[in-house]
């Protein structure tokens, strides 16, 4: 099956699931569902379980795909955070369509979505208030944003969960709007969660959004866990999961279909990252499954200007994918990217193996500094599978500002027919390589001695946050 020209009107649940099992070595956990028409039974893995349950139905809800439902989650949500000081709540909602605008979230909440129940994003404008610019990508004078679909800030303990329940944003007014230039505010996300601590979002589909899917921002020990995105591969900006200036987070099992990158790393943009100054770190992602023909499956950057480092990426899979690893930067940016640790990616069907860039040159606001440099150091590749490629790597640094410290073994990299003479295209870069086929270029010379480039043996936080069994 050919997935570069697949439309999204032909994305039926054959291909999807034809996907998944191309990509073989997914084990996503799901919980098993109760009955339909009864909450109890159910069970479920959360970081906090709750003392008491509500269902949107018991705030009028209403689920025909046609009523709106934002008044219902607002009002049910209002009640239930009333509860967090005696055990928290949940707020289940149940099958059928549930057509809503933007809502917040409260602390010591899990919002539950149930297998058979789908979010409908609105498609009215005014369902989606507009927020300031966050502080690390403008200030007062740029333009603002419209709040996510699901949206929270200054949380402690959110939960985002469900049996492969769905939210669908609906998002295809948004992208042609998008294309045609019409839009002086940034597009929503479908779940944002600002400034919070112990946030997991886990078993639910996420389809259409109308940019960004899943953006943590500002955070700390963050669990994504068994999440499915899927998106047109001709939409606009789909990001699948973007942590950004985030602390100790975890990405695992998930498997996302997009135009843009699987999983972005994002710490500000600009003068306005460089002055925030918090950079993501501690950040794992492992068995992430991914297809986007025109993007990465984990990019870092370009917004990276707060600073990025100790990314442990392992188990990553993608088919059709313009990329494995990116590192996008600028003059301009600031900033760093540092102690990158990658091993076992597996890639089939690829424009580039490896690609740094020191030459993006999105600027979206003026008064950046063009002094401010950005610094790249300590990026390690190990046990890479790929075929039907064609360029292995392009890899350039800044001149004034090399890209330091590149390390990558044991790299088998089969080419396509249509794979260019030039194979490895190096600028301004440093580092060695060992076992790795087609040989690289002169700046990264073979190792005489073999050698596996480092991965950390220590364990993050995020790894030994246990994980409760809770019922419905």
């Avoid at 591969?233 to 200036?245: K, V």
């Avoid at 442990?312 to 900033?335: H, Q």
């Avoid at 860039?357 to 606001?365: E, Q, V, W």
């Amino acid at each position: 099956m050919e997935l570069v020209g697949i439309k999204h009107q032909n994305f039926h649940i054959t291909e999807i699931l034809f996907g998944v099992l191309v990509l073989g070595f997914l084990n996503l956990r799901t919980v098993q569902c109760g009955s339909d028409k009864n909450l109890q039974g159910i069970e479920y893995s959360a970081l906090s379980c709750r003392k008491h349950t509500a269902s949107l139905v018991d705030f009028g809800g209403v689920p025909d795909g046609k009523t709106s439902n934002t008044k219902a989650f607002k009002a049910a949500i209002d009640k239930l955070s009333t509860l967090a000081g005696d055990g928290g709540a949940q707020l289940v909602v149940p099958p059928g369509k549930w057509l809503t605008g933007s809502f917040n979230l409260t602390s010591h909440f899990t919002l539950f979505i149930q297998q058979g129940a789908t979010l409908l994003a609105s498609q009215d404008e005014s369902g989606w208030p507009l927020l300031p610019a966050l502080p690390s990508y403008g200030d007062k004078s740029s333009p603002g944003r419209y709040s996510s679909l699901i949206y929270g800030t200054n949380l402690t303990d959110v939960i985002i969960t469900g049996n492969n329940g769905t939210i669908d944003g609906q998002g295809k007014p948004w992208w042609e709007k998008y294309k045609k230039g019409e839009f002086k505010n940034t597009r929503p996300c479908l779940i944002e969660i600002v400034y919070s601590d112990h946030v997991q979002i886990s078993n639910v589909t996420l389809i259409d959004s109308p940019a960004w899917n899943v953006h943590p921002v500002y955070s700390s020990n963050i669990l994504i866990q068994g999440v499915t995105i899927l998106a047109p591969i001709d939409s606009e900006n789909t990001d699948g999961i973007n942590p950004d200036s985030c602390t100790n987070t975890r990405i695992e099992d998930c498997f996302v279909v997009s135009a843009d990158d699987c999983v972005a790393v994002k710490s500000g943009i600009d003068q306005f990252g460089i002055k925030f100054g918090m950079p993501t770190q501690q950040l794992i992602i492992r068995r992430l499954a991914c297809i986007s023909p025109r993007s990465a499956a984990i990019a870092l950057g370009s917004e990276m200007s707060g600073g990025v480092k100790d990314v442990r990426a392992e188990d990553i899979v993608a088919i059709n994918t313009e990329s494995g690893v990116r590192i996008k930067t600028a003059i301009g940016r600031g900033g760093y990217v540092k102690d990158i640790f990658v091993r076992r990616m597996t890639l089939k069907t690829m424009k580039y193996v490896f690609w740094m860039a020191g030459d993006y040159k999105s600027h979206p606001s003026p008064g950046f500094d063009p002094h401010a440099l950005p610094k790249i150091e300590n990026i390690n590749y190990n046990d890479i599978t790929a075929e039907n490629v064609t360029l292995s790597a392009s890899l350039e640094g800044i001149q004034q500002d090399p890209f330091a410290g590149i390390c990558i073994s044991n790299a088998e990299i089969g080419l396509s027919e249509k794979a260019k003479k030039l194979q490895w295209d190096c600028s301004d870069v440093a580092g060695v390589t060992s076992r790795v086929t087609p040989k690289a270029c002169t700046l990264l010379p073979e190792k005489e001695q073999p050698m596996d480039c480092p991965f950390p043996d220590d364990k993050l936080p995020i790894e030994d946050i246990p994980l409760q069994k809770c019922t419905i």
